[in-house]
């Protein structure tokens, strides 16, 4: 039972590059969510999805996409990366909302 | 206004003392209430939910305060382990939620 895992760990992209940060669970949770945690900032939701084939918008998700295919993944993706996007990204999952979320590991982007 | 606050700390405290801090929350309509861990450079890991009526889990007291819109959380006979940032967590039944920025506990020797 690994929980909620994240790949990549770190990446490093030039402005303007492309990437998508895969998020996968296995305790069969309905509900997902992409975070991003900057200094003095806590974590802000970017995106979240109450099911599989679903997504919404959170609080900060301009320059952001998501997808949600298959119900133990949730992908992030960043169309054009710009510097204002260098954070630690963590991914999360609940089996309902309002109830305890469980992180993956985090995923540590730079953008130069 | 921000949605969640917290003292950003450092609570600097020794071994064995008692520390407690608050967070407070501007959405009257909040409706969840929690507490993570989040140790330096790792995931943030669920402490404790918050009930109305307050709970305890060993060392850990929180307590909820409707009419002034805040948590708590108390840590009695500190340990080394517990060096860590608190984040508070606040959930509406709208599909809102909001983390605060955390507060710093350093526990020393």
């Known amino acids: 039972n690994a929980g909620v895992t994240q790949t990549p760990k770190f990446r490093v992209l030039k402005t303007g590059q492309s990437m998508t940060l895969l998020c996968a669970q296995d305790m069969n949770h309905e509900y997902m969510y992409w975070y991003r945690q900057d200094p003095g900032m806590g974590l802000r939701l970017i995106h979240y999805?109450?099911?599989?084939?679903?997504?919404a918008k959170g609080e900060v998700p301009d320059g952001y996409n998501v997808s949600r295919l298959k119900k133990q993944n949730f992908l992030l993706g960043l169309e054009s990366a710009a510097p204002s996007q260098t954070s630690v990204y963590f991914c999360?999952?609940?089996?309902?909302?309002?109830?305890?979320?469980?992180f993956g590991p985090g995923t540590r982007l730079l953008v130069l | 206004r921000k949605e969640v606050e917290q003292d950003p700390g450092p609570f600097n405290v020794p071994e064995g003392a008692t520390v407690a801090f608050n967070c407070t929350y501007s959405n009257s309509a909040s409706q969840s209430f929690f507490w993570y861990r989040q140790d330096c450079r790792k995931e943030p890991k669920l402490l404790m939910s918050?009930?109305?009526s307050g709970n305890e889990d060993g060392r850990f007291t929180a307590q909820l305060n409707r009419a002034s819109q805040y948590i708590s959380l108390l840590i009695r006979d500190s340990k080394l382990s517990d060096s860590a940032t608190y984040l508070c967590v606040v959930t509406r039944n709208d599909y809102k939620l909001s983390f605060g920025a955390g507060t710093t506990v350093t526990v020393r020797a």
């Open positions: 999805s109450v099911g599989e084939g679903t997504t």
């Open positions: 999360a999952s609940s089996i309902d909302w309002g109830e305890t979320q469980y």
């Open positions: 918050v009930y109305s």
